[in-house]
């Protein structure tokens, strides 16, 4: 479609307008990691690097770090497993309860999450007797890290035929087999990208880990925390550049993947006389 010279720089005008909305706070705070002063004014009167390395020489924040790696890690492995399972069952099956049991799986993600954070420090701590760590920290991000899993990868199967899988097993090729060779090349790319959202959501969660941390802190958790102490302040802002840079990567590499339509259309195609063999 043609578009006439004043809708074009209407349209460009209002694209520049929505970046700038949405990432101007952004390179503020970019800007001020680099402010060479402790107390924050704007403009910037000078700029310096020195915060950088307060910030890697910091214990607190290299303990939070390694526990949102930690936390991320383990939430996305049990992403991975039962967002999987989930989705296969309802792409692959038609059983009874089947869409009740999709708004189940994908509800905890709509949920407010100081209610998910009391049910779960109250099922940690009351009922099933268990001290808040890194491990309920894991399990608490894994609730709403399995709706991300399950939307890429249910998503991928729908569009993907099934016809591909019976035939290798016609050929003889088992349930397992027939999964290695043929549904999984199907959704690798979205089961990638899912696990690669799945971790930056869990990265940068806040109230969820209020409430199952304990007395264990998260990056995000260590910034929140410190954003008040005014001696720490530009330590944060170097902080929150590094949190804004290891979400990034993750949301980026998610996008890719997920860019092209095509890119597991084919691959089960290639293999079905394999799976037999």
């Known amino acids: 479609m043609r578009l006439s010279r004043p809708t074009r720089w209407i349209l460009r005008a209002a694209t520049a307008l929505t970046l700038a909305f949405l990432y101007l706070p952004l390179l503020v705070i970019a800007l001020y990691a680099f402010n060479g002063q402790r107390v924050q004014r704007w403009p910037i009167e000078e700029l310096s690097l020195r915060w950088f390395s307060r910030a890697l020489d910091n214990a607190g924040v290299r303990d939070a770090l390694l526990t949102s790696l930690q936390a991320g890690l383990g939430a996305t492995a049990i992403a991975l497993l039962l967002g999987t399972l989930a989705s296969y069952a309802v792409a692959r099956y038609r059983f009874f309860g089947r869409d009740a049991i999709t708004l189940l799986v994908v509800l ?51 569009r993907t035929s099934a016809s591909y899988r019976e035939a290798s097993e016609d050929l003889g090729a088992h349930t397992f087999q027939a999964f290695a060779t043929i549904t999984f090349p199907q959704v690798r790319s979205a ?51 590094l949190a804004i840079v290891l979400s990034l990567v993750p949301v980026y590499l998610a996008q890719r993947l997920t860019a092209d339509p095509l890119a597991a259309a084919t691959p089960g195609a290639d293999v079905a006389a394999e799976s037999a063999r």
């Open 108 to 158: 905890p993600i709509a949920l407010p999450g100081i209610v998910t954070g009391m049910a779960l420090n109250t099922t940690f701590t009351q009922v099933l007797g268990v001290d808040l760590g890194l491990f309920t920290v894991i399990v608490g991000h894994a609730t709403f890290c399995v709706v991300v899993v399950f939307n890429n990868v249910v998503a991928r199967l729908r």
């Open 191 to 241: 089961l990638v990208a899912g696990a690669l959202l799945a971790f930056a959501l869990s990265f940068d969660e806040v109230i969820v880990t209020t409430f199952t941390a304990g007395d264990r802190q998260t990056l995000p958790i260590w910034i929140l925390t410190n954003l008040s102490r005014p001696n720490q302040l530009p330590i944060v802002n170097v902080v929150a550049v």
